[in-house]
């Protein structure tokens, strides 16, 4: 099987990225993170860019087969060490700053067997000596993009009955659709899908729920709001009011948790791919703001060191919205990529809050977001917890409840 037009199914996503989820603005600087197996996309992103006046554009490539190596055979000295030279470029790309392109194609199961110690150990390293990026990041400082390209092995893993190509060909098909490439025209499909999102993050705004109450077979959870919480959906902006599209795609809307305020147990409802590795059925019981036991039929190693990366792991910085009848929970497929399933169930992250949920937060320090109830980590990692039985509830400061989510839709 290969897809129809597909040179032109590309041209147009690498045109949609650049023009939508990053709008690369006149004499601005790019970087595009990708693999190598996906030089095709990269150099369309590259003239895309160029073209709709970028400054410069840089491209950095990633290949699973390298990392692996390193991180089963660098000194441990090195992995604990990030070299000078990607500070001074995480520095240049936030003073310059660059429109970030994030290309999600990587095996999902990458770096399976590798001894987790010395993955967690280079990514805590890595997270705090570019922390300058994230941070910028984070407070939506510079425009950033995360979006996928079929590789092969994910693929496979996807589409277990497929092989090679054949599984590529049928994935790139699914991130055509979901993208919205199919429609006659996927800009203003995007236009529209954003308006519709930024009306439900309004009315979620307005009602200003003190905390949210999620119910189902497998949770009992509430999760505390901070006070002048904003809830976004689709676009974001920069501060000199550039929008830019943070995922595509995209279907939720999210906000920050107060992460003083969470007591209860959550179930997953899809594996979540870190790491390099596949977590299954995890199970989180919280006590004012903490996880208290955290368990996962598959995975536990991993998990253990995602909880250990700094104390504000152990605590929740996003809780988004996605309805069940989202295209891509309606598929019924199993991406194993967070980019895909958060976009398919309500999810929750562990670590970072994003400052910008937070009216007045991107011009905060870090004691006052903690003031706030904001969570601060070096991670931030979406976990899928949504289901067709999940029902959520608004609670609002009388204690009036107002309900939000019934059978995992919008009620």
């Not at 000194?75 to 790309?93: C, D, F, G, H, M």
């Not at 152990?314 to 199993?334: A, F």
């Not at 309500?346 to 903690?370: I, R, V």
């Amino acid at each position: 099987m290969s897809i129809a037009n597909f040179a032109e199914k590309l041209q147009k996503y690498a045109e949609l990225i650049v023009k939508v989820g990053v709008n690369v603005q006149k004499g601005q600087a790019v970087v595009i993170y990708i693999s190598v197996d996906q030089t095709q996309l990269a150099r369309l992103l590259v003239k895309e860019a160029y073209k709709a006046g970028a400054g410069e554009v840089i491209v950095k490539w990633n290949d699973t087969f390298t990392s692996r190596q390193f991180l089963e055979f660098a000194s441990q000295e090195r992995l604990e060490n990030v070299p000078e030279y990607l500070v001074k470029e995480a520095e240049y790309i936030v003073a310059k700053k660059a429109a970030r392109i994030s290309v999600v194609s990587e095996d999902p199961n990458g770096f399976a067997g590798v001894d987790q110690q010395r993955i967690a150990t280079n990514q805590a390293a890595t997270g705090k000596a570019l922390n300058i990026v994230r941070k910028a990041t984070q407070n939506n400082d510079l425009s950033w993009t995360v979006v996928s390209a079929a590789g092969v092995e994910w693929a496979e893993k996807v589409f277990p009955e497929l092989k090679g190509q054949e599984a590529a060909d049928r994935l790139w098909e699914e991130i055509f659709k979901t993208t919205r490439i199919n429609t006659p025209d996927p800009i203003q499909a995007w236009k529209e899908h954003d308006q519709k999102l930024r009306e439900k993050a309004a009315w979620l705004t307005k009602e200003q729920f003190v905390a949210l109450h999620y119910t189902s077979p497998v949770t009992d959870i509430t999760i505390g709001l901070p006070k002048g919480h904003l809830w976004e959906g689709a676009g974001s902006f920069t501060p000199e009011g550039v929008e830019f599209m943070a995922n595509m795609p995209t279907e939720e809307v999210f906000t920050s948790a107060d992460c003083r305020r969470i007591d209860g147990y959550i179930t997953s409802t899809k594996p979540l791919s870190y790491a390099g590795s596949i977590l299954e059925d995890m199970k989180f019981t919280f006590k004012d703001g903490r996880i208290i036991e955290a368990t996962a039929k598959k995975g536990q190693e991993v998990l253990d060191h995602l909880l250990e990366i700094d104390e504000g792991a152990r605590s929740l910085g996003e809780v988004s919205l996605v309805p069940d009848p989202s295209p891509i929970s309606q598929s019924g497929i199993i991406f194993f990529n967070t980019l895909f399933d958060e976009n398919a169930s309500d999810h929750l992250a562990l670590g970072a809050a994003y400052p910008f949920n937070l009216e007045g937060g991107t011009k905060m320090n870090d004691e006052e977001l903690k003031a706030h109830g904001l969570n601060l980590s070096q991670t931030h990692v979406d976990f899928m917890v949504g289901s067709a039985d999940m029902n959520i509830d608004g609670i609002k400061e009388d204690g009036t409840r107002v309900p939000v989510f019934r059978n995992g839709d919008w009620a």
